[in-house]
């Protein structure tokens, strides 16, 4: 069993125990649950992503009201702990249909959700340490990387042309090997193929990573671990527009919903690689006007404080003023090749220096 | 170069010859364009998918108002051409930017699509042949089929636990080598690694196939092939409401929008394995209200012809009857085993006697 797994399984122990031992004790079991409202979520300047704040409750076996709660998250704990102990995972789905058999069920899948969150900061473990998996897989991964699952090593240079696909299991996999120097992620599997099609994983020694729109969790934990473990500086060239902002930015300094576990997914010194409205006006681009929403969105940004960098105040109030969105894809107005030939080792020379 | 490569590219020669040809001769060049009018998709009882009818324009280089959308036409064929050449993709959003350097470029990307689907149409290939790919990528797989992809040989019960994705260029993938008996598909991710895990390949000799929803053409292509080629049945598993049926109609009868290439994309041999209306009795699963939009959606169904045999009939109409529709994952009710060990054994006698 992997490390972590030990780890969670003896935390999901001493949770019972604690519980149990008071029992024994004729003391009334109480269990901390740190705070997620809106008001503890702090964005931590040092850590550069959101953080939970001190703030807490107590829920007591001996309140009545707390009652149902407290059950719930332990018939929760003893489904993950059976899950970890059979090396198996559930979806939140799976598990709130099997929770119908458990003397205290959900009323609804947000409940059922919330319960399993609550565990997570209680511990302080990820869901995926817990065995309870997104629905979704992570990005497509080309490039000279080889990696291990269980007893199965895979080539990320062998997997064919759409890649290794992040499994939800991200922190199972071993790095095993690579020959690469960085990281280029990108928005759309349109421009993940067009960077394979040019061999960008030779012109630049990097993984090609496909994020497939907004990063999934196991995404975000895997471009952390390439950029912790490996070093590999990593770089995302989006859409340039506010939504492809954002998803560079939930990559690098994580989501406020998500502030219990950025730690593990936020990467920091990831950068973002374009498309900006500096590029927009650069390279001539291809644009579509930006709309009511776009606008809204960029201002909100501006509030942000994940943005708050001179680079991103700059070129955010630059997109405002030219009220023009580019999309990655536009440089094929050049050719095909444009992005690869020339966009890219341009921005690179930029940003490395 | 594939034989269907090799066969696309002389079918645009032949077509720019032709023009060449008839301007030569004097003569006006003329191009027969079949209709893509919903009067000219029709249901074909033995085909079992909708195809087009025999009506067609006529796009002469005579008429004035029809010269831009020939010379639009010609420059796709001839963009498509350079692609098949280079041995390039493209996707048909690069194609518009890409337009924007010729000297009828195009006025939105809905333009630009609908003269590819032209260009197909007219020369009987598909936009996969003509190097014009999707944005997304096909489902994952797993289970014992070894594919190549150009130099590369790829295990799908070696890719990882997220299995191999099935590239846009689904027809230069060959198969080299396979040990399964059926294919599987299921609707979610969920329901996919539920089957890995519970080791579905190793209990039912089968593929697992992820569609991730709707069915992407790669998908539906890769089906079509493994079901014609390896001679394996397959068989769809889906959620049981009307979007769940729908998925797997789009697999089995094709769509009415891709009329004029559901020979290459339908397996109207593939069959649904659940979950039904009677499913949802049987097997006394947790279930959510049908909804009005659903309601609305399982009235529409019933007058499609893809609809029409009794299976279906029956049990679109005990659907509506008892009101209530149910998830895949729903059988977690009874243990996550329970749909390895119990359902899909139980259904796939019945459907295999």
């Known amino acids: 069993m992997k490390n ?38 702090i964005y931590d300047d040092n850590k550069r992503h959101y953080v939970l704040g001190d703030k807490y409750g107590v829920r007591s076996l001996g309140n009545v009201k707390q009652l149902r709660k407290i059950g719930q998250m332990l018939y929760v704990a003893n489904f993950c702990k059976e899950l970890i102990k059979k090396g198996k995972t559930a979806t939140l789905r799976e598990m709130y249909y099997v929770s119908e058999g458990w003397d205290v069920d959900f009323n609804d899948q947000q409940e059922s959700n919330n319960i399993s969150e609550d565990l997570e900061i209680v511990l302080g473990v990820t869901r995926e340490d817990l065995g309870l998996l997104p629905e979704e897989d992570g990005a497509s991964v080309y490039g000279k990387l080889t990696v291990r699952e269980g007893d199965i090593e895979i080539d ?47 012109k630049f020694d990097c993984l090609i990573v496909g994020l497939k729109g907004q990063a999934a969790r ?20 989006n859409d340039g527009d506010p939504w492809g902002f954002h998803i560079a930015m939930v990559i690098i300094s994580g989501s406020a919903k998500l502030a219990h576990v950025n730690h593990e997914l936020a990467t920091p010194n990831a950068k973002f690689l374009g498309v900006t409205a500096t590029d927009i006006i650069n390279y001539d681009l291809p644009t579509d006007p930006l709309e009511e929403v776009d606008i809204i969105r960029l201002k909100e940004l501006l509030r942000d404080p994940r943005y708050k960098d001179e680079f991103w105040r700059r070129e955010i109030k630059k997109m405002l003023k030219i009220k023009k969105k580019a999309e990655q894809q536009s440089f094929s107005k050049y050719g095909l090749e444009y992005v690869v030939d020339t966009y890219l080792p341009e921005k690179l020379e930029e940003l490395e220096g």
């Open 4 to 41: 972590r797994k030990v780890k969670t399984l003896k935390k999901l122990k001493n949770l019972g125990k604690r519980i149990i031992t008071d029992i024994q004790n004729k003391k009334i079991p109480k269990i901390k649950v740190p705070s997620r409202s809106t008001s503890n979520i």
């Open 156 to 202: 990320a240079m062998k997997a064919g042309k759409s890649g290794y696909t992040i499994p939800p299991t991200v922190d199972e996999i071993e790095f095993v090997d690579h020959d690469v120097e960085r990281v280029i992620a990108v928005e759309t599997m349109g421009m993940y193929h067009r960077l394979v099609q040019e061999k960008a994983h030779k």
């Open 218 to 237: 196991a995404t975000r934990r895997f471009l952390k671990r390439l950029n912790e473990e490996l070093k590999l500086p990593v770089y995302i060239c």
